[in-house]
């Protein structure tokens, strides 16, 4: 199981775009409402989680986590306790983590990056604290998928697949959307 954290002023696209590839692709995803069940996005569209982050269970189930970016909803990400604890359990254990636009910040902060090839948002590069920073759109090293914005929330949303999936998961979600292979 796949956790996608919402938080208000998330970037819709980049959140719900992964869960949609996600479940295409046959991965259980649960969205997880950071603060309330009810989530306004960073373009005012409410979102309602499948549950709160006071029902998060860390156990042998979860997969991964994905945390979308957004203003200021990378922010609000970033202080819940619940979210730093399922990075942290995500980290110890190997499994997928994901984070698009401003919210590889937060893996850079909890010093997951260092040494790692890492993409983020432009203006964010410096928050990655010792990241080989890379010019790709998504990159995956190890276990970290990062990703630069909303424009690659698919690829985004394909690389979690083949890491929870597999790459023929992935290929086959690829070509039912019609997307092209990036470049």
């Known amino acids: 199981m796949v956790y996608v954290f919402l938080a208000g ?23 997880v409402g950071v603060g309330g069940k009810i989530i306004r996005s960073s373009h005012g569209i409410n979102i309602e989680a499948d549950i709160t ?10 997969e991964g986590i994905v945390l979308p970016g957004g203003m200021p909803g990378t922010i609000n990400l970033e202080h819940s306790a619940c979210v730093q604890k399922s990075v942290q359990f995500c980290a110890q254990r190997g499994l997928m983590i994901g984070a698009i636009c ?8 909890c010093g997951l990056l260092a040494g790692k090839e890492a993409t983020v948002y432009p203006s964010f590069e410096e928050e990655l604290k010792g990241a080989v920073l890379s010019s790709s759109y998504v ?6 998928i990062t990703a630069r914005g909303m424009g690659v929330s698919v690829d985004f949303g394909l690389a979690l697949l083949a890491a929870v999936r597999g790459s023929a998961a992935s290929d086959k979600v690829r070509k039912s959307i019609q997307c092209a292979e990036q470049a």
């Not at 401003?102 to 902060?109: C, K, N």
């Open 9 to 31: 002023g998330c970037e819709e696209i980049e959140a719900l775009t992964p869960v949609d590839i996600l479940r295409r692709g046959g991965a259980e995803v649960v969205t």
């Open 53 to 62: 982050e006071n029902e998060v269970v860390l156990d042998d189930e979860v």
């Open 102 to 109: 401003a919210a590889p910040s937060i893996l850079g902060h």
């Open 139 to 144: 990159v995956r090293d190890g276990n970290i």
